[in-house]
């Protein structure tokens, strides 16, 4: 009745879908406080068992994350293009590497860096081709960075391309459309005119300011010629926010180190890896399946839901366990830098907006049902809960002792801020290890250090609190409010240094 109803009414049931995610989020934000007047001892309840759930998300984290560090220690370490030469000698150099860079406004010392970063690879050169796709509206600015970039690196690798993505009707303006646009003119240029097997050629997203490691196509290369259904894949390396994380405040530094051990951890969930801002996949599985959309703001996740459907579930997200690096957000000045910070997270948090899709395609789509149903659940979950979490961890357990005092009196309602205090407080095992990794994993400070920059470094995290409001559950809230009212979000290009 479900799948019917869904095929007969697809405007009637995106709408509710595009609802759902805002309807869940605000109710259980505003659920302790209301629940405090008449159901005092279900919101205790309810406070108790996120906190538990909070519990096992943080001790989870910080055994994987700890497990991951060690596994891109020993894969950063490891001789891979020696490894594929003797283990792959016929095979090892017949793959062909495209690389994608969208970029729009981004400045050209920005591509500079990250061109010199893909020439340092330990791949051979000859082998990787990249196209830089800038958008028709930058106009000059991005014809004469263009032409400089081409001059500087263009006999360094096996092809450097340009191409100038017009304003397409019907297109939403962004990373999606711009990177379908670019793909599909390398693979005319690779495949169709100088005959290049398109079963041999991977195809690489990159961010315009992310930095492989040195052996990261090396990597790819073994990947791609030992793994079971290579055009059933696509690889994610461990993002990391660290290449400019010296030069920006305090609050997006902490976060961004946040974001960096998350992502190490999530290398090890393959039940909820999902290729996100840099990753790799085969030329011909994109082309099997038409590309990037076209029409969405979020391209990764879609991409990876567009496959897994498209496979009937027989596809995968499989992790690289080298780091990439990626700018921090960051602008001329504290508070432009503080207002890019948000609108980079709101445009994250904007993944909701995919939900409607992806439980669509849950619902009308063949594939296995346990399979889909976990991926699907694991998605739905941190997107519904994403500006739910600050508030239930922060706020909710005191409300119902505060605002109902006939509760306050009652033995839950006395021990309701102690338990779940001991709880968080055992969760704060995860921030220490997060703590710990990034310390580790950071780049150098560029200054002298002195006993004094050690000491404030873990103590920024301090900010937390503060800043999982301002850069977590309000961007969250955002997003999730402008899509139950559907007033759609464009992509907003932050202002780049």
Known sequence: MIRKYFRRHPVRTQRFLEILPGFFSWSLILFPVWGSFLVPTLVAYYVIMFTVYWLYRSLTMAVLSVVAHFKIKASSA????????????????????????????????????????????????????????????EGKAATEKSKKLLKQFGKKFGHLWSTFHPDIEGEIKGKSSNTCWGAKLAKKLLV??????????????????????????????????????????????????????????????????????????????????????????????????????T????????????????????FEVNPIFLPIYADAAQANGFWSTMINQYEQLKRWAWGVSDDAYIIRQ????????????????????????????????????????????????????????????TLLTMSLVSMVVIITLDAINRPPRPNKKNILSYIIQPLEF???????????A??????HTRLMLGKYIEYRVTEKV
């Open 78 to 137: 490891f001789d891979w293009i020696s490894d594929i030469k003797t283990n792959l000698p016929e095979k090892w150099n017949t793959i062909h590497h495209i690389i994608i860079i969208p970029t729009y406004q981004e400045p050209i010392e920005t591509l500079e860096k990250t061109l010199e970063s893909l020439e340092s690879q330990s791949y051979p050169l000859k082998n990787i081709h990249i196209m830089l796709s800038f958008e028709e509206r």
């Open 192 to 293: 169709d005119k100088d005959g290049i097997d398109i079963k041999k050629v991977t195809i690489t997203s990159e961010d315009a300011d992310a930095r492989f490691h040195h052996h990261y196509f090396s990597n790819i290369t073994y990947e791609f010629l030992t793994v079971e259904k290579p055009y059933n894949k696509i690889w994610q390396g461990g993002i990391a926010f660290y290449n400019n994380i010296w030069e920006v405040p305090a609050p997006v530094r902490v976060m961004s180190s946040v974001f960096s051990i998350t992502q190490m951890y999530i290398l090890m969930r393959k039940d909820r890896l999902i290729n996100f801002s840099t990753y790799t996949t085969s030329l011909k599985h994109v082309h099997d399946i038409g590309y990037w959309d």
């Open 295 to 314: 029409d969405v703001i979020p391209e990764d996740y879609r991409l990876f839901f567009k496959s897994y459907f498209a496979k009937k579930g027989d």
């Open 362 to 421: 849950f619902v009308l789509n063949d594939a296995p049902f346990w399979g889909k149903f976990i991926r699907v659940l694991k998605v739905v979950e941190d997107h519904f809960l994403w500006p739910v979490n600050w508030f239930a961890i922060t706020v909710s357990a005191i409300l119902p002792p505060l605002l109902n005092d006939q509760f306050g009196r009652t033995i839950l309602g006395k021990t309701l801020p102690q338990v779940t205090s």
């Open 462 to 472: 301090i900010l937390l609190p503060v800043t999982g409001f301002f850069f977590s």
């Open 474 to 479: 309000l961007p969250g809230i955002d997003a």
